[in-house]
Antibody, heavy 118, light 110 residues
Framework: EVQLVESGGGLIQPGGSLRLSCAAS????????MSWVRQAPGKGLEWVSG???????YYADSVKGRFTISRDNYRNTMYLQMNSLRAEDTAVYYC????????????WGQGILVAVSS | QAGLTQPPSVSMGLRQTATLTCTGN????????AAWLQQHPGLPPKLLFY???NRPPGSSERFSSSRSGNTASLTITGLQPEDDADYYC???????????FGGGTKLTVL
């Protein structure tokens, strides 16, 4: 059974850093496309970052240069390092796996809240 | 990054049929198709369809999807109270090298 469990969220001051983790089970992270998607309070889904099965990374313009996606093949875990956090980064962050074509999100974690506020 | 276009809200009666739309362009919906996701309050999104018309195991057959040109459609027949939710479309955009979402449609079952 595919499971994705996010951790590492919380309250952080503007300008601060956080690292989110997404622990996967039931499949191999390095063999699949993976992504982070966020949802600000009361708003829609916003794609943040992705990594393909070859290790190529992708970023939304809104986070480029501030966020870094990575994965640990031994721990079967994906990460999102978030630096220079802003109030507008406040959201629930979801870890998502993509189906075999790499185009569509088929499994989602429960989400973790990141709140950026002084 | 430009997203996909969905109507913000749709309201239909119990046991009626609702059709939701998602409009993109030749670089996303028109080329590789779209996926449909359902989200209830406080829960993560759940995949309904991928690559336009592929249904994951366990997905209700009251849901169907199609695509015409740059517009994808999700049709829900025999509306039930549990269908009251937010629905999002998503697609890979080859010109942006990014995934894009629609703004979501709030479906209200009256």
């Amino acid at each position: 059974e595919v499971q994705l469990v996010e951790s590492g969220g919380g309250l952080i001051q503007p300008g601060g850093s956080l690292r989110l983790s997404c622990a996967a089970s039931g499949f191999t992270v390095s063999s699949n496309y993976m992504s982070w998607v966020r949802q600000a309070p009361g708003k829609g889904l916003e794609w943040v970052s992705g990594v393909n099965n070859g290790g190529k990374t992708y970023y939304a313009d809104s986070v480029k240069g501030r966020f870094t996606i990575s994965r640990d093949n031994y721990r079967n875990t994906m990460y999102l390092q978030m630096n220079s956090l802003r109030a507008e980064d406040t959201a629930v962050y979801y870890c998502a796996k993509l189906e075999s074509s790499g185009y569509d999100f088929d499994f989602w974690g429960q989400g973790i809240l990141v709140a950026v506020s002084s | 990054q430009a997203g996909l276009t969905q109507p913000p809200s749709v309201s239909m009666g119990l046991r009626q049929t609702a059709t939701l739309t998602c409009t993109g362009n030749n670089n996303n919906v028109g080329s590789r198709g779209a996926a449909w996701l359902q989200q209830h309050p406080g829960l993560p999104p759940k995949l309904l369809f991928y690559r336009n018309t592929n249904r994951p195991p366990g997905s209700s057959e009251r849901f169907s999807s199609s695509r015409s040109g740059n517009t994808a459609s999700l049709t829900i027949t025999g509306l039930q109270p549990e269908d009251d939710a937010d629905y999002y479309c998503s697609a890979w955009d080859s010109s942006l090298s990014a995934w894009v979402f629609g703004g979501g449609t709030k479906l209200t079952v009256l």
